[in-house]
């Protein structure tokens, strides 16, 4: 079983930061991409920002200019710097993963559990 672990998510004021990190344990032989995605209510979940295993970052039009995924390979990690927040970024954040089993090499995808930001004055 794999799991991630979310943090860093709360409430901050309109062009606030917030950093998200993501910590993926359990039975894992490599991590591929990684993945911060984002719901907002009465919306459908939609991707922000992507961390490959070859090194490559794609984002989000809503996200270019203002967050920073980056990865930490020997923690498992990945994070989510959030620069310049707007109200419209209010949403559950949610890291997903894709990582190769130990036993067998298989390709599996998870989520974590989400972690709510919310940006209010």
């Known amino acids: 079983q794999v799991q991630l672990v979310e943090s860093g998510g709360g409430l901050v004021q309109p062009g606030g930061s917030l950093r998200l990190s993501c910590a993926a344990s359990g039975s894992i032989f490599s991590i591929n991409a990684m993945r911060w995605y984002r719901q907002a209510p009465g919306k459908q979940r939609e991707l922000v920002a992507t961390f490959t295993s070859g090194g490559t970052t794609y984002y989000a039009d809503s996200a270019k200019g203002r967050f920073t995924i980056s990865r930490d390979n020997a923690k498992n990690t990945v994070y989510l710097q959030m620069n310049s927040l707007k109200p419209e970024d209010t949403a559950i954040y949610y890291c997903?993963?894709?990582?190769?089993?130990?036993?067998?090499?298989?390709?599996?995808?998870?989520w974590g559990q989400g972690t709510q930001v919310t940006v209010s004055s």
């Open positions: 997903n993963v894709d990582y190769m089993t130990p036993l067998n090499l298989r390709l599996r995808n998870v």
